[in-house]
């Protein structure tokens, strides 16, 4: 057996966040992190940086928003692809990446928040989990692990006072039932080794000491086939890095394998 960490952080700025992923990746003991929205194009992405800390990055980004970038361990292989590669328009590379490492494939995302429930780009959101559906079909046949910020708190556990999220395009019923229909057949990682309530991934800049009080919302996820499933010994959400100076307003979800 060996061992694989992989984890996925939403870094809101992949230059803004370098001290924290400086001072966090080191450390980790991660050989695969995904991220999303680095907001930079590829001319700017810190690659050097990376490969200082070991890092092989392939990355699709662009200035301001979104983008996805895969970060694997020199001593491991590893091919990336980005964009759904289904024919339909628009291809969304900087929010798709697909992966294939370690007799797995990993699919990471930066799903569409969507605004508001009656704002076109809900509708958007809505086809790109239906995409995702597509791609999850067709790929889950071998191990298979869908991770990133998803955009979606899938029950009431998953947030702080659920009863004042209703509605919200994160939160709201429809979605949370495209998700599931998205998601079928796929264990939720956190949930086999976190069953409890109070376990986040995202903490408002705009709420005081949300992380202190543990106000916050699960909308980062790491979704697995069974047979890969079988294979992670644990998942963890990794708080600290949220209460460093100048972070992110998610935080990092790590998983482990025992791989064959």
Not at 216 to 244: K, N
Request: with cysteine.
């Amino acid at each position: 057996m060996s061992r694989l960490r992989l984890a996925t952080f939403n870094v809101n700025s992949v230059r803004s966040r370098m001290p924290i992923l400086e001072r966090w990746l080191p450390k980790s003991g991660v050989d695969v992190l995904m991220l999303q929205e680095t907001k930079a194009t590829d001319e700017d992405f810190p690659e050097a940086a990376f490969a200082a800390m070991g890092y092989r990055a392939r990355f699709c980004g662009e200035k301001s928003y979104n983008g996805v970038a895969a970060l694997v361990r020199e001593t491991l292989s590893a091919e990336t692809s980005f964009g759904f590669g289904d024919g339909e328009e628009p291809n969304f590379p900087t929010r798709v990446g697909l992966t294939r490492l370690a007799g797995m494939t990993v699919l990471n995302t930066y799903v569409p928040q969507g605004k508001s429930v009656d704002h076109p780009d809900y509708e958007v959101k809505k086809r790109f989990l239906e995409r995702v559906r597509g791609l999850i079909l067709r790929e889950m046949e071998g191990p298979f692990l869908w991770v990133g910020d998803l955009n979606v708190a899938p029950t009431d556990a998953d947030v702080t006072h659920p009863e004042n999220k209703r509605g919200h395009v994160c939160f709201c019923h429809d979605i949370q039932e495209r998700f599931a229909r998205t998601s079928e057949g796929l264990k939720d990682l956190l949930r086999v080794f976190r069953p409890d309530p109070g376990e986040f991934t995202f903490f408002d800049y705009r709420v005081k000491d949300a992380l202190t009080r543990n106000i916050g919302w699960r909308i980062d996820h790491a979704l697995a086939s069974p047979s890969l499933a079988l294979q992670a010994t644990d998942c963890f959400v990794e708080r600290e890095p949220r209460g460093w100076e100048r972070p992110s307003d998610h935080t990092p979800l790590v998983v482990d394998f025992a791989l064959p």
